[in-house]
């Protein structure tokens, strides 16, 4: 059987596809762990091995992992504003993947690994920019759904390292870039293009960082990270209303002329919630308001520049990088 060269869980998703394309590149040998190797074509095609997995046998992970040179746990479920009924399934993609994918990495023997967070595990930063030895106020409660599962997730991969497994913490800011399809990277591409009608959660704060960049560090990390270390691999932190104001005169355009009043959204939050969801609403507005007003996810990168030289580009050049820039 040929090792299988480096590991990687999400590789078929917006991040991971970034990842496995800059290790591509280097000449690594690459194995992705997919649900759906049919829809996942684009990866054969640049020389990947496709192994299929819901990522739900230990076993059968471990056997995937056997020989493996390092395993990248980028797999994950990312949606804020979701359903009750959803919330069962994010865990178990979000915690429980996590934990099976580490234990197994462990399990065999595989000399390196990198799990890859969110700086959501700081919760809200109430405008401060903070670095990875942040610790949140658990009694103010999380945010989102998203938010406390990505911290458990977290908490195990930290867990893990007290017991000597060898993890890297990756900690991505708000990422946005080609094949993106969030809501503030739709956002972004709107107003780019001067067809946003109007900011919504204009106060919300993000660490936002450009994909490549992203991947760039992610590989850095796995080349240069120090064991038992956790690196923030994010750029800019800048409000909503301000990126969205860059992403448009990047495109040429004015940003939008009109604000959605953080107290509508709270009015409609109950009756869209109740419902379950206005068209093109989330199921779930409350959480989304709860998770976005007035709400910062800032996070320095400095460590990650001084020991994995990361250099994340400006939210304007990732931008016109992205879209595009106006003559």
């Given at each position: 059987m040929t090792a299988p060269g480096i590991v990687i869980t999400g590789g078929a998703g917006f991040i991971g596809r970034a990842v496995v394309e800059r290790l591509g590149d280097r000449g690594d040998e690459i194995t992705a762990l997919v649900r759906d190797p049919d829809r996942a074509g684009h990866l054969r095609r640049g020389g990947v091995t496709l192994v299929q997995s819901d990522l739900g046998d230990r076993d059968a992970l471990r056997t995937a992992m056997d020989g493996a040179t390092a395993v990248i746990h980028g797999a994950g479920s990312y949606r804020i504003g979701i359903a009750r009924s959803e919330r069962p399934a994010m865990w178990a993609a979000n915690v429980?993947?996590?934990?099976?994918?580490?234990?197994?990495?462990?399990?065999?023997?595989?000399?390196?690994?990198?799990?890859?967070?969110?700086?959501?595990?700081?919760?809200?930063?109430?405008?401060?920019?903070?670095d990875e030895t942040y610790r949140r106020n658990l009694d103010d409660g999380f945010l989102s759904w998203y938010d406390e599962t990505k911290y458990r997730a977290h908490e195990a991969a930290e867990v893990r390292i007290a017991a000597g497994a060898p993890i890297v913490i990756a900690i991505p800011g708000g990422v946005y870039g080609p094949h993106d399809h969030s809501a503030a990277s739709q956002q972004l591409a709107l107003?780019?293009?001067?067809?946003?009608?109007?900011?919504?959660?204009?106060?919300?704060?993000?660490?936002?960082?450009?994909?490549?960049?992203?991947?760039?560090?992610?590989?850095?990390?796995?080349?240069?990270?120090?064991?038992?270390?956790?690196?923030?691999?994010?750029?800019?932190?800048?409000?909503?209303?301000a990126a969205i104001a860059i992403a448009a005169r990047?495109?040429?355009?004015?940003?939008?002329?009109?604000?959605?009043?953080?107290?509508?959204?709270?009015?409609?939050?109950?009756?869209?919630?109740?419902?379950?969801?206005?068209?093109?609403?989330?199921?779930?507005?409350?959480?989304?308001?709860?998770?976005?007003?007035?709400?910062?996810?800032?996070?320095?990168?400095?460590?990650?520049?001084?020991?994995?030289?990361?250099?994340?580009?400006?939210?304007e050049q990732g931008a016109a990088d992205t879209w595009g820039r106006a003559s």
């Open positions: 429980e993947v996590t934990e099976r994918v580490l234990d197994a990495a462990v399990g065999a023997g595989v000399p390196r690994i990198i799990y890859v967070s969110t700086v959501n595990v700081f919760g809200n930063t109430h405008g401060s920019v903070v107003a780019h293009a001067g067809r946003l009608p109007y900011v919504a959660l204009p106060d919300s704060g993000l660490a936002w960082v450009h994909v490549h960049d992203l991947s760039d560090g992610i590989v850095a990390a796995l080349d240069l990270g120090r064991i038992g270390e956790a690196y923030t691999l994010a750029g800019e932190c800048l409000r909503f209303d990047v495109g040429g355009h004015r940003p939008p002329r009109f604000t959605l009043p953080t107290s509508l959204a709270r009015f409609m939050a109950p009756i869209n919630d109740a419902i379950g969801g206005f068209p093109g609403m989330p199921a779930s507005v409350a959480e989304t308001i709860r998770a976005g007003a007035g709400v910062t996810y800032w996070a320095s990168h400095d460590k990650a520049s001084r020991e994995l030289g990361f250099t994340p580009r400006t939210l």
